[in-house]
């Protein structure tokens, strides 16, 4: 189907969204919740904090300069959310042990600039000798360079955080299992509580797994208490697998699931409905209880900034399309049919030349800056959602949504 008008437009791309569920839900045998549907301005504040947020995680949202790596897969849990097996050559991966001085020096190679690393796994500390081999070649090229490590904490033992700290780790991030034992998280909670003697930055980071708010309220109030630096309170997701754990604990799939569609490289799957809420419901807990750590919240959708920001960056644009602030889609005002003759006689009034009127398709696209121009015309203007690909050396932008907007009401600042 060929849209020739807006109607037909988001049609086109609202049944491309039905497939979609409808595919997921009969693959899996998950339920959308589509009794709490997310607003875009919901799916679309995915990073909120207080008091403090990692730059790590301020970098992240870009991904400019900052690059996470593993030396193996394998691990010492085995949680049912857990993504990992959603990456390429997974089981070689949990198999295999890179040399850690060989992927310190091919993150170099690949950005001499490179301001933030990371470590991650699978669990990075079973492998701790080059584990320290990672940190000492990156801080040998440069000291300036912030590094960070994941960690289940387990493993963890004074001497090796001497190790790390003599590598100058700024940051270690503990996950906390609820699916273990009171009496074992209890001892992840002292290690913890050492960390902070070696490590300028101890951060916990665990998603928050709907029906386990009274939990997570006393570990956070418990990490106030230690003295860590911050907690990362992550969207908790479905990883597309293990789909009968979840739908034994009678979880539900967030709806929509995504604001705009798109084949997102993070593989942390679909988010799980409910840990939104429980997650901004432990922030203002904790404001009002004036916490001085800080406290995070890392949405799904936050995951996928960094892969659309340096997508829509990698080339220049043309002048009818804005790189959205919020979400980094390239967006432009889309008129059809009847209403291109009117929207391009007050465009050329206005002297503003620089739009796309494209015959084959019966369409004009034009900044969104000047929506406003037509507050008081009776037209109908879709806001279009674009992406630049590359395939084959080949670019081109590719739209993955249109949605009308209301011109009477439009701030450009909002989109």
């Given at each position: 189907m060929i849209p020739n008008n807006l109607a037909t437009s988001i049609?086109?791309?609202?049944?491309?969204?039905?497939?979609?569920?409808?595919?997921?839900?009969?693959?899996?045998?998950?339920?959308?919740?589509?009794?709490n549907i997310y607003s875009?301005?919901?799916?679309?504040?995915?990073?909120?904090?207080?008091?403090?947020?990692?730059?790590?995680?301020?970098?992240?949202?870009?991904?400019?300069?900052?690059?996470?790596?593993?030396?193996?897969l394998k691990c010492n849990k085995s949680c049912y959310f857990c993504f990992n097996p959603n990456q390429i050559d997974f089981l070689d991966n949990t198999q295999n042990i890179k040399k850690g001085q060989s992927i310190a020096n091919h993150l170099l190679k690949e950005n001499p600039r490179i301001q933030y690393v990371a470590l991650t796994g699978g669990e990075p500390l079973l492998h701790k000798k080059e584990a320290i081999n990672f940190f000492q070649r990156i801080e040998r090229f440069n000291s300036k360079i912030h590094k960070r490590l994941y960690t289940n904490g387990e493993l963890i033992d004074t001497f090796i955080l001497k190790k790390l700290k003599n590598c100058n780790l700024q940051e270690?991030?503990?996950?906390?299992?609820?699916?273990?034992?009171?009496?074992k998280q209890a001892d992840i909670l002292e290690k913890i509580e050492e960390a902070r003697y070696y490590i300028p930055d101890v951060i916990v980071e665990m998603p928050v797994i709907p029906k386990t708010y009274s939990h997570m309220e006393n570990i956070i109030t418990t990490l106030e208490s230690i003295g860590v630096r911050g907690i990362n309170l992550l969207e908790f997701c479905f990883p597309?697998?293990?789909?009968?754990?979840?739908?034994?604990?009678?979880?539900?799939?967030?709806?929509?699931?995504?604001?705009v569609y798109y084949n997102y490289w993070y593989s942390g799957g679909l988010a799980i409905a409910g840990s939104e809420e429980d997650s901004l419901k432990l922030l203002r807990f904790a404001k009002q209880n004036n916490f001085k750590m800080g406290i995070h919240y890392c949405s799904l959708a936050n995951k996928h900034l960094g892969q659309i920001y340096q997508y829509?960056?990698?080339?220049?644009?043309?002048?009818?399309?804005?790189?959205?602030?919020?979400?980094?889609?390239l967006k432009s005002a889309k008129v059809y049919d009847n209403d291109i003759h009117c929207v391009e006689h007050v465009l050329r009034k206005n002297n503003l030349l620089q739009y796309n009127k494209n015959d084959d398709y019966n369409f004009l696209e034009f900044h969104p800056k000047y929506i406003t121009l037509f507050d008081m015309v009776n037209i109908?203007?879709?806001?279009?959602?674009?992406i630049i690909e590359e395939i084959n050396s080949n670019v081109f932008i590719k739209e993955l949504k249109i949605e009308k907007i209301d011109q009477k009401n439009f701030i450009l600042q909002t989109i």
């Open positions: 049609q086109m791309y609202n049944k491309i969204e039905n497939d979609f569920i409808n595919s997921i839900e009969q693959q899996y045998g998950l339920k959308f919740d589509k009794h875009s301005d919901r799916m679309y504040s995915p990073s909120e904090y207080i008091n403090f947020k990692s730059s790590a995680c301020i970098a992240c949202e870009k991904g400019i300069d900052s690059r996470s790596d593993f030396l193996s270690i991030r503990f996950s906390i299992k609820l699916e273990d034992s009171l009496e597309l697998h293990n789909e009968k754990e979840f739908i034994r604990r009678g979880f539900l799939l967030k709806y929509p699931p995504f604001q829509n960056t990698a080339y220049p644009i043309d002048k009818w399309f804005y790189l959205s602030e919020k979400d980094y889609f109908d203007i879709g806001m279009s959602y674009n």
